[in-house]
């Protein structure tokens, strides 16, 4: 009996070093998850408020860097996560790039597609990887979503509807949902770039595009700012006409009065989809048949998958330098859409037309 040598051990390559700049409700999200993520660790963090900072380093004995200069210049970081008020994330997302390191951006990435495009550019040419943080359309729920519609079953895409309804604190418009931090710039035109829409429709929006393949071509919309103390929209209201001809709407109030949900339909003419990417559930109807749940509502319990599957996806692509699953081309991709219902918004409610293509865009999948 002859016995074969047995293969010599693979190389592990060595864990991706991660810091996270901005250490509120977001950081801290993206830190817990960090520990389910095989070859990912939490090496550094940085915050105006260094008592955030340390409270989010300290259960992975990451360093707290008391300014950016310092966590760029710590040579175990390799990708940074950028979660600081929307005004700050192109300005130090460049900073990152800039010192060769890849960067994973909150979204909305920037408050002007210009600077997207800046950003992209720049990534490219340092070859680094650039990521938006869009980690809805990790939801099993949009999983199966662009499984079913990609595959046909609905038919050829007639109609989609957006509803983003939700009864946000009063006290959101300081504190944020997490409470972490205080500030008052989600508030502020100027620093947040926009409301309910910006900060909730835009996942609504990935996810859109993400399932169906499709881009908004045009935007008739009206905004509202009922709250007091603010200069962004807490209402909104659009029609959109998609890529393929499809008519669509949204919908969207920050502050209505009992409500919770946050639900995309996909219409077709064999059948539609809707789906909660926050509850996590999907329904498909077939012409002439009951409604089906294909992916059931998850319990409250629920550990934030879709944050980890998130970052794994931006891990693989930053270890070979490749472009984020989720990069610049989807968050310019919605910041279009978002940008050109502000302006029809402030013409009085005239369509304002965009690109039947946007240049780069991939709306690639999750498993893509």
Excluded at 32 to 46: D, S, W
Excluded at 234 to 258: E, I, K, W
Excluded at 296 to 319: E, K, T
């Amino acid at each position: 009996m002859s016995f074969r040598a047995p293969p010599p051990p693979r190389d592990t390559p060595p864990p991706l070093g991660m810091a996270i700049v901005g250490c509120g409700g977001a950081g801290a999200d993206v830190a817990r998850a960090i520990g389910r993520v095989p070859g990912l660790v939490l090496v550094a963090a940085h915050d105006r408020d260094e008592t955030l900072a340390r409270d989010l380093a300290a259960p992975a004995e990451a360093t707290v860097h008391r300014s950016m200069p310092s966590l760029l210049d710590d040579e175990r970081v390799d990708v940074v996560y950028v979660a600081l008020p929307h005004d700050l994330l192109a300005p130090v997302a460049r900073d990152v790039l800039l010192a060769q390191r890849h960067a994973l951006v909150e979204k909305p990435m920037a408050t002007k597609t210009g600077d997207i495009d800046a950003l992209a550019a720049l990534a490219e040419r340092v070859g680094r990887t650039l990521g938006v943080f869009y980690e809805m359309r990790f939801s099993p729920a949009a999983v199966a979503a662009r499984e079913i519609v990609r595959g046909g079953s609905i038919g050829e895409v007639v109609g989609i509807h957006i509803r983003t309804l939700i009864d946000k604190a009063p006290t959101y418009w300081r504190f944020g949902y997490s409470g972490r931090s205080e500030s008052g710039w989600r508030g502020e035109k100027a620093r947040a770039g926009g409301g309910v829409v910006l900060m909730n429709t835009s996942h609504q929006l990935d996810i859109v595009a993400m399932v169906t393949g499709l881009a908004v071509v045009s935007v008739a919309g009206r905004t509202r700012t009922r709250t007091a103390g603010i200069d962004v929209e807490d209402s909104a209201v659009a029609v959109l006409r998609f890529s393929n001809g499809a008519l669509g709407t949204l919908v969207a109030g920050a502050h209505v009065a009992g409500a919770d949900g946050e639900t995309i339909e996909i219409l077709g003419d064999l059948g539609r989809v809707t789906l909660d990417p926050y509850a996590g559930e999907l329904v498909q109807v077939d012409r002439g048949a009951p409604p089906r749940v294909v992916v059931p509502a998850r319990s409250a319990s629920d550990d934030r998958g879709n944050f980890v599957a998130a970052l794994v996806a931006f891990a693989d692509a930053a270890r070979a330098s490749l472009p984020a699953p989720v990069g610049a081309p989807d968050a310019r991709l919605v910041l279009a859409t978002v940008e050109a219902l502000y302006e029809s918004a402030a013409r009085g409610g005239v369509p304002i037309e965009l690109p039947d293509r946007p240049k780069s865009l991939t709306t690639a999948g999750p498993e893509s």
